[in-house]
């Protein structure tokens, strides 16, 4: 069964620190890759996602994540977080194809607080 | 820009109550979603929809059922709502091909079930 995994439930970082979110999944066949944003009393929103060419996207905000096949990974980063990225995460996987099973995996999400 | 909106921010209801939780999409998406959010546990689908009358279950529909009547509304139904039912159930929409594009998400109905 298809499965997403964030290993890091709570991250606390300060303000100008680097981030890196860990996202792993498993699916034998080609993916689709997103990662969500959920701010504090908003609505999910998309931040980015990967569907075919360079593996490294770049999203909104400043952040970016890299596809890397081999690992099953598709891990956020942002170099130099602010107050405002607080919020919560979340990665997310479909097949590209569809089928009868299709549908977004998401991840358990991992909480990003930043300390001003 | 695609507008998702839920028919009640907060609801509070009584166990044993049914209880109907409204979705609509003004972007002509053909799959519609309905996921709880736990602490902990992520997003969670409960049910899904490719074309108006068509659903599929997801991963947890024990307890829920949906109607999709129009082509812009899908409605999640408690039919008789129980104290584990508590929540936030949020909808989604996406264009295309069952659910392998990226979904816009409802702001959330916070639901307790006393």
């Known amino acids: 069964a298809q499965s997403v995994s964030q290993h890091n439930h709570h991250v606390i970082l300060s303000e100008a620190a680097s981030l890196e979110l860990g996202c792993n999944y498993s699916?034998?066949?080609?993916?689709?890759l997103f990662w969500y944003v959920q701010y504090p009393g908003q609505h999910l929103q998309l931040l980015l996602k990967?569907?075919?060419?360079?593996?490294l996207v770049k999203g909104i905000k400043g952040f970016e994540a890299e596809f890397i096949k081999s690992k099953f990974s598709f891990n956020l980063r942002k170099p130099s977080v602010q107050w405002s990225d607080t919020a919560e995460y979340f990665c997310?996987?479909?097949?590209?194809?569809?089928?009868?099973?299709?549908?977004?995996?998401f991840g358990s999400g991992t909480r990003l607080s930043i300390r001003p | 820009d695609v507008k998702v909106t839920q028919s009640s921010r907060y609801l509070v209801k009584r166990t044993g109550e049914k209880v109907f939780l409204e979705c609509v999409q003004d972007m002509d998406h053909e799959n519609m979603f309905w996921y709880r959010q736990d602490p902990g546990l992520g997003l969670r689908l409960i049910y899904f929809s490719y074309d108006v009358k068509m659903k599929e279950k997801g991963d947890i529909p024990e307890g829920y059922s949906v109607s999709r009547e129009k082509k812009e509304r899908f409605s999640l139904i408690l039919e008789s709502a129980s104290t584990n039912q508590t929540s936030m159930y949020l909808c989604?929409?996406?264009?295309?091909?069952?659910?392998?594009?990226?979904?816009?998400f409802g702001p959330g109905t916070r639901l307790t079930v006393t």
């Open positions: 997310a996987v479909s097949p590209e194809v569809y089928s009868s099973a299709s549908k977004i995996i």
């Open positions: 990967y569907f075919s060419g360079d593996p």
């Open positions: 989604a929409s996406s264009l295309g091909d069952r659910a392998v594009y990226e979904q816009y």
């Open positions: 699916y034998g066949g080609t993916v689709n």
